[in-house]
């Protein structure tokens, strides 16, 4: 069955610090994606990234990366000189085969100036 | 501009009492979803449709149906609503090929007193 952990609850950091949030999945298929997705106090669900099982390779995107490993079946995300806008929620998600998408429980990560 | 909506986007109901909350889009995505949005869960998939006629329980079905009539609609009845369906609801719609972008709605907020 597919899982999605994010085992932090809740992270709490300064204004330019860096700051990496977990995901941790199970799936058993072998073609499957991954995607991150930012939750601001509005409330709306901004799509931030899609991977696919296939592609390893890191990405960059401004001060945004992602890390995927399928040895440890993570994708962690980390925000590097972290602002005040970056405070949120971030929920990392997993499709398979059936096309569902299943959320983790979500990181609130709040940046202090 | 394609789009998708939920209406309303907040909503009051009493216990007992039928409630429908709308989702329509204009992607002409044959996927649609409803999941509900808790503190510490996450986003739960409540039902989901592949297609015109088509539909499928997801992990927290209960107290819940779907219809699907036509491509654009996928309204989400709660029967008899109860306290414990208090809940951000959010719909989404995707593309029918294998990782397809996800498009959610803005969100519905019901309370059941």
């Known amino acids: 069955a597919q899982k999605v952990t994010q085992a932090q609850t809740e992270i709490s950091v300064v204004e330019k610090e860096d700051v990496t949030l977990d995901c941790v999945y199970e799936?058993?298929?072998?073609?499957?994606?991954l995607f991150w997705y930012k939750q601001p106090p509005s409330g709306e669900l901004v799509f931030l990234i899609r991977?696919?099982?296939?592609?390893?390779q890191n990405e960059i995107s401004g001060r945004y990366s992602w890390n995927f490993q399928k040895s440890t079946s993570s994708f962690n995300f980390t925000i590097t000189a972290s602002q005040v806008v970056d405070s949120a929620v971030y929920f990392c998600?997993?499709?398979?085969?059936?096309?569902?998408?299943?959320f983790g429980t979500g990181t609130r990560l709040q940046v202090f100036p | 501009d394609a789009e998708i909506t939920q209406s309303p986007r907040h909503k009051i109901t009493e216990t007992g009492r039928q409630v429908t909350l709308a989702c329509h889009q204009t992607?002409?995505?044959?996927?649609m979803f409803w999941y509900r949005q808790d503190l510490g869960h996450g986003l739960r998939l409540i039902h989901y449709?592949?297609?015109?006629?088509?539909?499928n329980k997801g992990e927290v079905s209960d107290g819940y149906s779907v219809s699907r009539s036509n491509t654009e609609d996928l309204p989400l009845t709660l029967e008899s609503a109860a306290s414990s369906q208090t809940s951000v609801y959010f719909c989404?719609?995707?593309?029918?090929?294998?990782?397809?972008?996800?498009?959610f709605g803005s969100g519905t907020r019901l309370t059941v007193v």
């Open positions: 998600a997993l499709s398979e085969n059936t096309d569902k998408l299943i």
């Open positions: 799936t058993r298929d072998t073609t499957y994606y």
């Open positions: 992607w002409n995505h044959n996927n």
């Open positions: 989404a719609s995707s593309e029918s090929i294998r990782g397809g972008g996800y498009t």
């Open positions: 449709s592949y297609g015109v006629h088509d539909t």
């Open positions: 991977r696919n099982s296939f592609d390893e």
